[in-house]
Nanobody, 130 residues
Framework: DVQLQASGGGLVQAGGSLRLSCAFSGFTEDDYYAIAWFRQAPGKEREGVSCIWSRDHSTFYTDSVEGRFTISTDNTKNTVNLQMDSLKPEDSAVYYC??????????????????????WGQGTQVTVSS
C-alpha cells in the first residue's frame, strides 16, 4: 500500500515561513509517480498548490505561490518537502499531500487534477495571521 503523511503546519505571521513535509511509503525504486500538495480553505474548493515528478523531478506551481514556494524530494528519506516563504493570509488552509502513479509520458497539464490522485495523506493546518 502507498501511504502518505503530511506534517509541518502551524501558525505564522504574514511574511514568515514554514516547511511542510510529506513522508511516503509503498513505492519501489522503479516506480514513476507524482507527489502533489493540495490545500483547502473553509468554504473554498480544493486547490492544487505544487507537484513534483519522481523520475525527472519536473515541478509545477499554481500561479499564486510561484516564486514563494519550493517543492523538493529527498529519496533517501522518502520525503517530499514544500518550503513556503513570504506567507500571506490567503495561504491559510489545510494542506494535503497526495500521490499517483505516472505513465511513461505524463501530461504536464493534468498535475492539478485532484481526481487523478489515488492516495491521500491527512492534512496539516497552516494559518497565516495578518
Amino acid at each position: 500500500d502507498v501511504q502518505l503523511q503530511a506534517s509541518g503546519g502551524g501558525l505564522v505571521q504574514a511574511g514568515g515561513s514554514l516547511r511542510l513535509s510529506c513522508a511516503f511509503s509503498g513505492f519501489t525504486e522503479d516506480d514513476y509517480y507524482a507527489i502533489a500538495w493540495f490545500r483547502q480553505a473553509p468554504g473554498k474548493e480544493r486547490e492544487g498548490v505544487s507537484c513534483i515528478w519522481s523520475r525527472d523531478h519536473s515541478t509545477f506551481y499554481t500561479d499564486s505561490v510561484e516564486g514563494r514556494f519550493t517543492i523538493s524530494t529527498d529519496n533517501t528519506k522518502n520525503t517530499v518537502n514544500l518550503q513556503m516563504d513570504s506567507l500571506k493570509p490567503e495561504d491559510s488552509a489545510v494542506y494535503y499531500c497526495a500521490a499517483r502513479m505516472l505513465e511513461r509520458f505524463p501530461r504536464r497539464s493534468r498535475w492539478r487534477m485532484d481526481s487523478t490522485y489515488d492516495y491521500w495523506g491527512q492534512g496539516t493546518q497552516v494559518t497565516v495571521s495578518s
